[in-house]
């Protein structure tokens, strides 16, 4: 499985952006597809995820109620919708592929694999 994420940009605090996450190559309902955030010095953090069947997703706290993960089985395409932004969201924005042995969403960057070029996003105050 190779990935691709696109739709990174500059935005004005309060604003919004959708990442998008092209897969190409069979990713199955056991495979997980996380967003993870990385700035210059630091460690690649875990931002959402969701299990490619469609029955869970999990959120880091900071962005709880203003991102949104959401996957297209048609499209192979894994979406993060990005709304009322923060200047803290700025980053790379990188998405990888898991698959956990218990299927549930893991956090933990060195889990996932065929991360891609990034994204990169700057949220203005």
């Known amino acids: 499985v190779q990935l691709q994420a696109s739709g990174g940009g500059l935005v004005q605090a309060g604003g919004s952006l959708r990442l998008s996450c092209a897969a190409s190559?069979?990713?199955?309902?056991?495979?997980?597809i996380s967003w993870f955030r990385q700035t210059p010095g630091k460690e690649r953090l875990f931002v959402a995820g969701?299990?490619?069947?469609?029955?869970?997703?999990k959120y880091a706290d900071s962005v709880k109620g203003r991102f949104t993960i959401s996957r297209d089985t048609a499209k192979n395409t894994a979406d993060l919708q990005m709304n009322s932004l923060k200047p803290e969201d700025t980053g790379d924005y990188y998405c990888g592929v898991s698959m956990p042995l218990l299927g549930e969403v893991i956090t933990a960057a060195p889990l996932y694999w065929s991360w891609g070029q990034g994204t990169q996003v700057t949220v203005s105050s």
């Open positions: 190559g069979n990713i199955t309902a056991k495979n997980v």
């Open positions: 969701i299990r490619w069947s469609g029955d869970g997703t």
